[in-house]
């Protein structure tokens, strides 16, 4: 008789659960039935994995509890991650009930007594019911991936599955706790069942691992949260994907590295604003940069079709992070792509730990701007997507247009910047009675730490746009030891290009009548002579001579381009010049 399928199930944060009385007979035939959907007869044997005595003998104190709480939930709800919370609900009751599971995602996260005693007792667990599959469930994910990702544990899940469903492993603060970067483990295959829906601090996980798949279990339930643990295992998607492929291992079904995909090893995502709402705010020369980019891309070896172009109304924050969904996903060692943005900067005040106004994030204005996070296109936006990229994907992020929204405009002169609301501008500036002046606060910046690292502009408390900032919270000793430890390179960075200094303005040209951004006519320029020379350019010395020409009598402009990013990054040579399409 062939030996029976077993799936040892880890609960979530214990409240969830007993809501649902059932919810144990639940799962298991959720699960029974799954299985048995794809192998008739099969014997399934389903365990239980309890965890809630460990938190309840733990010690409690309230300081350091409070100080996690804060640090995981209070400042990124206002945000960081608000938008990953927040967008979509709004009433008390849902809040609390997300105050209440963070504080035990706290307890767990500040405790290391208890996290060893979680991981220790997992461990026996897994080794005394040698399950075929370990499935866990929110909290439970957590206790599980802590338990399987330290170097110690390899031989622990070598040849299992593991499923993580209403899961926080991907939420940025518990991404920060190993390093800001999530990596696989040793295992048969990893399944992340992944609701949109869900708002229990839940988050997609963006990795490249040939074991590793993301599975969309979209349902929404009454009431709020959206966080079923039964909804998640008998969705038809699990059913197709994890439960097929548990029922057919002897056969190996659903477990070998998928054949290289065949989608293109470039990709570029343009975007040019100029029709804003308001007439003052509307630009010339965005679209025409946009299209002048793509010509530039298509010369130098990119294929059209792999160039999408967003512009004016269409170029909404949605519309936007569509694009850079696309231009991002299954991005693989080797493979190149280019970020154009061109239209208008901005600086939002954020709010941090305790709900405090504690910093300024420049942000790029998509044509529906309206003050709010919601509409604008953030630093934590943009990280959050590219944060868990192979280190071998070249990824660069052009951005003609600038942020300093409170700087005189030379007259009659029209610069990439605008302003915020007003009332969203109040949160960054202060009165001063002995002057009878509005003037700025004085806004530190995150992580003082950070200001050493390459490719990380912080001063005066306004974080580049794409450098991530907020996210990297590790102090340098304790990310240094995280990073050793699990044996990665922290989040993946990107090489960062910007029109100018954080304190100057991005300009317009007019080539003739038709007008472009200063920085983009020039960059273009010199990437065209760089070809037609068949000479080979860093991006820094790039920057440089796009710098000068800038500068120079002939175009006459007062704003530095900047470049930022890994050193071997920027000192790297250009990959597209000197190539041609269809080469």
């Not at 499935?135 to 330290?150: E, Q, R, T």
């Not at 792509?337 to 939002?348: E, N, T």
Request: with cysteine.
């Amino acid at each position: 008789m062939a030996r029976a399928i077993r799936v040892l199930a880890i609960h979530g944060i214990g409240h969830q659960e007993a809501r649902k009385p059932q919810w144990q007979p639940q799962w298991e035939r959720a699960i029974r039935d799954g299985i048995l959907a794809w192998a008739p007869g099969a014997e399934v044997d389903v365990g239980f994995f309890d965890f809630d005595d460990l938190f309840a003998a733990a010690p409690l104190d309230p300081r350091v509890i409070g100080g996690a709480l804060r640090e995981l939930f209070g400042g990124l709800v206002w945000h960081g991650a608000g938008d990953l919370l927040g967008r979509r609900r709004g009433n008390v009751h849902w809040l609390g009930e997300q105050r209440w599971g963070a504080g035990m995602v706290a307890q767990w996260a500040s405790d290391a007594r208890l996290r060893r005693r979680l991981r220790s007792r997992l461990a026996a667990a897994v080794g005394e019911f040698a399950p075929d599959a370990v499935c866990a469930h929110s909290l439970g994910s957590l206790v599980a991936y802590d338990a399987f990702i330290w170097p110690g544990a390899k031989a622990a899940m070598a040849d299992r599955t593991f499923v993580s469903f209403g899961s926080q492993i991907g939420f940025p603060a518990v991404r920060g706790i190993y390093g800001g970067f999530i990596r696989p483990f040793e295992c048969r295959a990893w399944f992340h069942l992944y609701n949109p829906n869900d708002d229990v601090m839940t988050a997609p996980i963006r990795l490249a691992d040939g074991r590793f798949q993301e599975i969309v279990t979209d349902f929404e339930q009454p009431g709020t949260g959206d966080h079923d643990g039964e909804r998640y295992l008998a969705h038809p998607s699990t059913r197709e994907h994890v439960w097929r492929s548990l029922a057919l291992r002897g056969r190996r079904a659903g477990t070998r590295r998928p054949a290289r995909r065949r989608a293109p090893d470039r990709r570029a995502l343009l975007v040019g604003i100029n029709q804003y709402p308001d007439p003052a705010d509307r630009l010339d020369g965005c679209v025409n940069d946009a299209f002048l980019i793509s010509s530039a891309l298509q010369e130098c070896g990119f294929a059209a079709e792999d160039i999408r172009m967003v512009t004016d109304a269409r170029a909404t924050a949605r519309g936007i992070r569509q694009g850079l969904e696309w231009l991002l996903d299954r991005a693989g060692d080797g493979d190149q792509r280019v970020f154009f943005y061109a239209g208008h900067g901005s600086q939002l005040a954020n709010r941090g730990v305790g709900e405090t106004i504690d910093r300024l994030d420049e942000c790029l204005v998509p044509s529906d701007f309206d003050g709010s996070p919601d509409t604008a296109i953030r630093d934590d936006d943009f990280f959050d997507l590219y944060a868990q990229l192979p280190y071998g994907v070249d990824l660069v992020a052009m951005f003609d247009c600038c942020h300093s929204g409170g700087m005189a405009r030379p007259s009659g002169a029209k610069v990439r910047t605008i302003s915020p609301p007003d009332d969203v501008r109040h949160r960054s500036i202060r009165w001063d009675p002995s002057k009878e002046m509005w003037l700025p606060r004085d806004l530190a910046p995150a992580n003082r730490d950070l200001m050493k690292y390459p490719g990380i502009v912080t001063s005066g408390g306004a974080r580049r746009i794409g450098s991530g900032v907020a996210s990297r919270r590790l102090r340098d000793k304790d990310y240094d030891r995280i990073r050793r430890q699990l044996g990665h390179r922290g989040p993946y960075w990107p090489l960062l290009l910007f029109a100018c200094g954080e304190q100057e303005l991005a300009g317009e040209y007019h080539h003739g009548p038709i007008a472009y951004g200063a920085f983009t006519f020039a960059m273009v320029k010199i990437l065209r002579e760089r070809g037609r020379a068949g000479t080979p350019v860093s991006f820094k010395r790039l920057v440089d001579d796009t710098s000068r020409l800038l500068r120079g009598p002939d175009l006459g402009f007062d704003q530095t381009p900047q470049a930022h990013g890994p050193a071997t990054k920027l000192n790297a040579a250009v990959p597209w010049i000197g190539k041609r399409a269809g080469r």
